[in-house]
């Protein structure tokens, strides 16, 4: 498995490549410029309660777990390109719906198209990793994706927290039609580029039962989902609610993580990457699961300080913690499922990478809340690092079952 296949001389990326890499930046500035207010304007502006506004927000990821399969058997017929493409479209469409809509079943039908957008994460990577092998490094296309994307949310962030305000109707619709425009122009690229033609036609019993009698597709979904939960699924929601309600934290003392984080991903990506290509697959999957247990054990072994700076320090520390594991492992997030695919199945064993994903990142919140709203919160930080080791573990089932059926 360390012999990495995808481990190329890097040679100069295609236009058409680079316009992706823009166009990733754009739709994620779209993203990044209303999310975090978005629940705030459905509470201020048109009245919701913060129980339905959440409801409301976190139906799409709901959504998304049913748009992973949709997508895998979309892609056969539309092409993982063109398959993209509609994808950033559905999401334009839902940001347009929300801002026209002012009831209930409106907000959340915009909701579920942005739900269903997420299948272009498993159609993106497919296209990608296919488009690029043999003419350019994968894993340094993911890196610099990676970087851009992560630049892009932090930018529209800054510029949601300028101009959306959610107390203000007519000033955030403003603000949701543009991430709408930004988000439709992004698709352009993706029109542009031809589907990559498939390896092998589909054979009539591909199917997502078919795929997952393959060992090595189920452990390496079994590590994402362990991974996931022990990185984004818990740290976007739980993170935060751990901090503000039982360790009685200001406001700013979370935002240090969530500052520090993204400008940590952009400054250092590529050296991270540069370190990581050292390592080989299975260490860096090791590695990986690792930063994410220690990130917990940081945060726990901190949490009773009492002085406002150290804390504020801390919380930067742990952001930083938490980017060098997503900088070690995005590099080889796609090209682990393409390595492994059948030829004839590609989409499918993209779609449940993307399952598994969506489904940690979904259930993540849940059990953080449920843990920290009844006052859980000290034993469910050691959990979730629990569940960081447990990823460890999986990762080396993981390159022993590609040792034992190479590809």
């Known amino acids: 498995m360390d012999d990495d296949h ?3 001389p890097p ?8 316009l992706i890499l823009l166009s990733d930046f754009v739709q994620a500035l779209s993203y990044g410029t209303v999310a975090p207010f978005i629940l705030l304007y459905l509470h201020f502006s048109l009245g919701f309660s913060t129980s339905i506004a959440g409801l409301a927000f976190g139906f799409s990821g709901l959504v998304s777990l049913v748009a992973a399969l949709i997508g895998g058997v979309l892609q056969d017929h539309l092409g993982d390109s063109k398959l993209t493409a509609v994808a950033v479209l559905l999401e334009a469409t839902g940001l347009v719906v929300i801002a026209i809509s002012k009831s209930t079943l409106p907000i959340f039908l915009g909701f579920t198209l942005i739900g269903l957008s997420s299948i272009k994460s498993s159609a993106a990577n497919s296209f990608l990793t296919n488009a690029l092998r043999g003419r350019y490094s994968v894993e340094k296309f993911f890196s610099y994706q990676f970087t851009a994307i992560n630049a892009g949310f932090a930018t529209g962030a800054f510029l949601g927290g300028l101009l959306a305000n959610p107390h203000l109707r007519s000033q955030f619709v403003v603000v949701l039609f543009g991430s709408a425009f930004l988000s439709a122009l992004s698709s352009l690229p993706y029109f542009a580029a031809k589907s ?7 054979s009539n019993k591909a199917g997502y039962v078919l795929a997952l009698k393959d060992e090595r597709l189920r452990t390496l979904l079994t590590f994402n989902f362990l991974l996931s939960f022990a990185s984004y699924g818990s740290f976007e929601a739980g993170f935060p609610a751990f901090v503000g309600l039982e360790m009685r934290k ?3 003392v979370i935002a240090a993580a969530f500052v520090a984080n993204p400008i940590a991903i952009v400054l250092l990506q590529h050296l991270v990457y540069r370190f ?4 080989g697959t299975r ?4 590695s990986t699961a690792a930063a994410f247990a220690f990130a917990w054990i940081f945060l726990l072994a901190t949490s009773q300080v009492s002085s406002a700076f150290l804390s504020t320090v801390f919380m930067g520390i742990f952001g930083l913690i938490f980017a060098f594991g997503e900088m070690l492992y995005s590099p080889i997030r796609a090209p682990l499922i393409d390595r492994i695919a059948r030829k004839d199945m590609r989409s499918r064993y993209f779609a449940l990478a993307h399952l598994a994903r969506a489904s940690s990142e979904l259930s993540g919140p849940t059990v953080a809340g449920y843990a920290i709203g009844n006052g859980l919160g000290y034993f469910w930080v050691p959990a979730v690092a629990a569940v960081g080791l447990l990823s460890a573990l999986s990762a080396q089932r993981f390159n022993k079952a590609v040792k034992a059926r190479p590809t």
Not at 276 to 279: G, Y
Not at 283 to 286: F, S
Request: charged letters at 30%; a positive charge.
């Open 6 to 8: 995808y481990r190329k």
């Open 11 to 18: 040679q100069t990326l295609a236009t058409l490549q680079r």
């Open 196 to 202: 990559t033609p498939k390896e092998a036609a589909p």
């Open 250 to 252: 200001d406001p700013h």
């Open 276 to 279: 990581s290509a050292k390592l």
């Open 283 to 286: 260490r860096q999957m090791t």
